[in-house]
Nanobody, 126 residues
Framework: HVQLVESGGGSVQPGGSLNVSCAIS????????LGWFRQAPGKERDMVAR???????RYADSVKGRITISKDNAKNTLHLRMTTLIPEDTAVYYC?????????????????????WGQGTQVTVS
């Protein structure tokens, strides 16, 4: 079965950059969608970015132009590169994997249908 393990994260000053990664073990369905979600204290978990098996990407409006999602297929690792970080980016960041019809659900960014979650990694901007 699929397992996800995040790494990276930490503390950075506003305007700085940070990378988080997610090692993927197990076999993904050929039609998958992978994402990064984040949850700040007292707030719901929301999608930050998503990449599909066809290479297409989507981003939350709040991070467009500052955050890039990518997948290293050779190493089966998902990356999130974050630049120009602001205090509002402070949250626990979660890697997520899904596949099949639920990837096409309009409500997918809510995280309700995610098949597998990572354990999360803290990102603090202050």
């Amino acid at each position: 079965h699929v397992q996800l393990v995040e790494s990276g994260g930490g503390s950075v000053q506003p305007g700085g950059s940070l990378n988080v990664s997610c090692a993927i073990s197990g076999r993904l369905d050929s039609s998958y969608c992978l994402g990064w979600f984040r949850q700040a204290p007292g707030k719901e978990r929301d999608m930050v970015a998503r990449i599909d098996s066809d290479g297409s990407t989507r981003y939350a409006d709040s991070v467009k132009g500052r955050i890039t999602i990518s997948k290293d297929n050779a190493k089966n690792t998902l990356h999130l590169r974050m630049t120009t970080l602001i205090p509002e980016d402070t949250a626990v960041y979660y890697c997520a994997a899904d596949w099949g019809p639920t990837c096409r659900y309009l409500s997918w960014p809510s995280g309700k249908y995610i098949a597998v979650w990572g354990q999360g990694t803290q990102v603090t901007v202050s």
